[in-house]
């Protein structure tokens, strides 16, 4: 019974624990700092396209995306207008939790 029990909660927390398997997201390097003009935040010219970009936002750093993450839904998060040359666009940018995120400086 002992043996049955203690298997059953191996299982459950296998099965229920998604954040003890998740890949965490490696950010590389340093933050690209946004300024501000006329509620559009200007992205800098060395900005090179990846899946999300770790930035600098009134001080505070954050791994912004292009579209909303599902996985990130329990973060802090802000939504903000940006200008990539003449493009404009939405990134959905979150606080850089150790618990989803790596930080690594190069």
Known sequence: MKHLFIKSVVLYLAVFSTSAFAEKLVIKGEPLVLEQKDGTFIVPDTYKVQ???????????????????????????????????????????????????????E
Do not use: H
């Not at 909303?68 to 903000?80: A, E, F, G, H, M």
């Not at 666009?89 to 606080?95: F, K, L």
């Open 51 to 105: 899946n999300f970009q770790y930035v600098i936002i009134n001080g505070k750093k954050r791994a912004c995306f292009v579209d909303k993450q599902p996985d990130l839904v329990n973060l802090d998060v802000i939504s903000i207008n940006v200008l990539i040359g003449q493009e404009k666009a939405t990134w959905n940018c979150y606080s850089p939790d150790p618990v989803f995120f790596v930080i690594q400086q």
